[in-house]
C-alpha cells in the first residue's frame, strides 16, 4: 500500500508536511510528536487510513477505534485545556476583584470597582449594567447608578480606548472613577428616576428576585408575564439578567445587566459566575453605606461636642458676669449711701458759710472729692448694669420687631415666610429685654429635626390679666412631645446636643425672671411656643 502521508518516516524535509509551519520545524526529526499532534488530523493520513481499513488487514478494524478514540480524549484535553484557562483568569480576576473590595469603605469607589468588572471585557463582559440600592426608611428599591455605551459608536469607541491602552481591572476602575462617573451618571438619569420599586410589590419581577436571593435571566421580555411593560421598554431588550445583592440576610441591593449592543447570549455559566461575585460586592456596598452613616454621625457628634463646649463658656461667662455684677453693685450701693450723706453735708455747710470763713476751703475740698466719688460709683453701677442687666418696662411690639429684623437674613435665606400679629392695647412688660430678645432668637433660629415642606413661623401677641401672652407657631417642625421635652433638659442626649443646651438655657433664663416657657408639638401643627409676660413689678421674684 502506498501511503500519502509521511507518518512513516523518521525524518522530512521542510515543505514535505502542509501541517508543519515555520514554528514547527522541530517536527520534522521527531516522529513521534509529529503523529501526535499533526498526522492524526492530517487528510493525507485519513485518506491512507481508509485504504488500510479496505486492504482487509486484521489489524483495520482494531487501528480505526483506537484513532477515533485517540481522537475523543485529544478534543476533551483540549476542551479541559481551555476551561483550566478561563477557570485561572475568571480566579485571578476574583482575587484582583476582592482584594479591591476587601479594602475600600468609599461608596463611589465599590461602585465603580463592581460596575466596571461586571461590563470590561477582562471581566464578565455585560454590555450594561444599573445598580439599585435598598433604601429602608422609604420602602423602595431605588435606581441609584448606571454604566454602559449608549450605542454601537458609544461602545466601538470605549472598547478600542481599552484595547490601547490595555489597563487591569483596577486601573480601569480608577480611570472610570476619576474620568466618567459624573458623566455615567447623568447619562443614564432618566432610566435610574424610572428605576424605582416599592419592596411591597410582591409581584413585581425585580423584587420576585431579590426575594428569591438568586440570579434570574429573563428571557422574551417584552411578552413575559412578570415583567411590567414599562420596564421592558425602558431598557429596551428582550434579555435581561437580575443579579440580587445580599449580605448577611440583608437586601443590599440589585444588580440588572444586559447585552443591549452584542445582544450576546447570557448563559448559565455568566449566571454562576455573577453570582459569586455578588457576595463580595454587596458586602462591600454595606460596609461602604455604613462607613458613610459612621462618618455622618461623627461629623454630628463632633459638632455638637463643638456647640456643647461652646454653650459652655457662654454659661460659665454669664455666671462670671453676673458674680462680678452682683459683688459690684453690692459695694456701689453700700458706698453710695454714706457718701451721699456726707456730699449733701458738705454741700449744706458750704452754702451756709461765708467767703471770709476759714473753713470754707476744707468744706470746698470735701464737695468736689465727694462729687468725684459720686461719678466714679456711677460708672461702676453703669458698668454693672451692662453685664447683669436689669428688668424694666419694655414694648412688646419693639421687643418682638427686634427680634424679627436680627433674625430676617438667616430665616430668608432658609427659605422660611414669618408674620406678626400683634394684639391690641398691649401693656408694657416688665422684663430684661437683652434676655427676652436672646430667646426669641433662638425659638425662631432652632435647628430642631424634622423640616417638613411648609416653613411658616407666625407670631401673636395678645393681652389678658395682668399679662401679655407671646405665642410663636412653627409649622415646619415635626417630633414627638418626648423628644420636644428632652430637649428643654440641660445636656440631655439629643440628635444635636446644641440645639437642646440653647432651648434649656432658655427656659432658666426666663424662668429666673419667674417666666414661664410652654411648648407642645403637634403631628400635623408642629411647635407651639407660649410665653407668658408679666406687666406688674410686684410679680417678680
Known sequence: MNQECCWNREVIAAGECPNIGDDDKSLLSSLRRRVLEKCCDCALFKQDLVRFSESRHPLAPVFSLIHAEFQQQKTQIQSLASFLDNKTLEMRFMHELGSVLQSSVDLDEVLSVALTAITAGKGFGMNRAFL?????????????????????????????????????????????????????????????????????????????????????????????????????????????????????????????????????????????????????????????????????????????????????????????????????????HSVRNPLMIIGGFARSMLKNSSASDPKRTFIESIVDETRQLEGVLDEILNYSDSIYPTRDFWDVNQLIETALRDSADILTSLGYATGYSPGHDLQPVFIDFKQLSYCLRTILLNDIGGIGEDRTLAIFSQSGENVV???????????????????LVPFSETRDLGTGLGMALCKTMLEKQGIPLSVQADEHEGLHYTIVLPTRKEEQP
Open 132 to 332: 439599585l440600592l435598598t433604601d429602608r426608611e422609604e420602602g423602595v428599591l431605588h435606581g441609584y447608578f448606571g454604566i454602559g455605551p449608549r450605542d454601537l459608536e458609544e461602545a466601538s469607541q470605549v472598547w478600542n480606548e481599552i484595547a490601547q491602552n490595555d489597563m487591569d481591572l483596577q486601573t480601569l476602575a480608577q480611570n472610570f472613577r476619576l474620568n466618567k462617573l459624573s458623566a455615567e451618571r447623568a447619562k443614564f438619569h432618566n432610566v435610574l428616576e424610572q428605576l424605582t420599586v416599592p419592596l411591597a410589590n410582591k409581584d413585581h419581577v425585580i423584587i420576585k428576585a431579590l426575594d428569591g436571593r438568586h440570579p434570574v435571566r429573563i428571557e422574551g421580555a417584552f411578552q413575559h408575564p412578570d415583567v411590567p411593560p414599562e420596564l421592558a421598554r425602558l431598557l429596551g431588550v428582550d434579555t435581561f439578567l437580575l443579579m440580587p445583592l445580599i449580605s448577611r440576610n440583608r437586601r443590599v441591593g440589585m444588580i440588572v445587566a444586559d447585552n443591549c449592543i452584542t445582544h450576546r447570549t447570557i448563559t448559565d455559566e455568566d449566571m454562576h459566575s455573577l453570582e459569586t461575585f455578588g457576595f463580595p460586592v454587596a458586602f462591600a456596598i454595606e460596609r461602604a453605606s455604613l462607613y458613610d452613616k459612621l462618618q455622618v454621625e461623627l461629623n454630628r457628634v463632633t459638632e455638637a461636642g463643638k456647640k456643647l463646649k461652646e454653650q459652655q463658656e457662654v454659661i460659665v461667662k454669664m455666671e462670671n458676669m453676673a458674680l462680678v455684677g452682683r459683688i459690684t453693685s453690692s459695694i456701689a
Open 469 to 487: 401672652t407671646i405665642t410663636i407657631e412653627d409649622r415646619s417642625r415635626h417630633i414627638s412631645q418626648m423628644e420636644l421635652d428632652r430637649l
